[in-house]
Each structure stands twice: as C-alpha cells, then as structure tokens.
C-alpha cells in the first residue's frame, strides 16, 4: 500500500505562487511515475503534470506550461509541483497521484488541497 499526503495549498492573489507538495509512504520503492490532477467545481478532474520517477521527464498540461514546474526528491520521497503566475482559472482541488507501473489500474491518490487564486 502506499499513503499520499499533499500540502501547501491555499488563497492567492492572481500572479502569486504556490508550491504544493506530496509526500509518498509505504510500498514506494517502485514507484513509476508521480505526478497531478486537478478539478474545479462543476469540471472533470484533468491532468495537470507528471514526472517520470526514473529519469526524471516531464509532462505538463498545456496550460500550465511555463508557469508550473513538477520536481522531485528522491530522498525524501517527496515530489512537488511550483506554481507560478497564478490564474483565477487554476482554481481547483490539487490531487497528486502514484502509478506504481505504468498504466493507471493500480493508482494512488491523495486526498488533494485546495488552490483559490483571486482576481
């Protein structure tokens, strides 16, 4: 099993940052990849970044690119997403996730922080 636990969301004015992060514990030591979704009221939850465990590539929603940054620390099996350039649009319930292998049958999920940004 494994227990995801994010933190560092909250309110913001528009153009600020925020770093969430996610805290990975238990069976992590084959982790694949990491990475976020997220989903705002009355819309489906979406993708929003991933990193490759291995290796370290990266993936981003289009609308977040150049403004988001997904990384991680192996050492502290702690992955993080940096926000920039905040938009009332990024607005939502911030969900990181696990895929131990690759395919999404056996994800993980946290229990997601929620990101107001006013404008």
């Known amino acids: 099993q494994v227990q995801l636990v994010e933190s560092g969301g909250g309110l913001v004015q528009a153009g600020g940052s925020l770093r969430l992060s996610c805290v990975a514990s238990?069976?992590?030591?084959?982790?694949?990849?990491m990475g976020w979704f997220r989903q705002a009221p009355g819309k489906e939850r979406e993708f929003v970044a991933k990193?490759?465990?291995?290796?370290?590539?990266?993936y981003y929603l289009d609308s977040v690119k150049g403004r988001f940054t997904i990384f991680r620390d192996n050492t502290k099996n702690t992955m993080y997403l940096q926000m920039n350039s905040l938009k009332p649009e990024d607005t939502a319930v911030y969900y990181c996730?696990?895929?131990?292998?690759?395919?999404?049958?056996?994800?993980?999920w946290g229990q997601g922080t929620q990101v107001t940004v006013s404008s």
């Open positions: 238990g069976r992590t030591f084959s982790s694949y990849a």
């Open positions: 996730y696990l895929d131990p292998t690759i395919g999404v049958a056996a994800r993980y």
């Open positions: 990193i490759i465990w291995s290796g370290g590539s990266t």
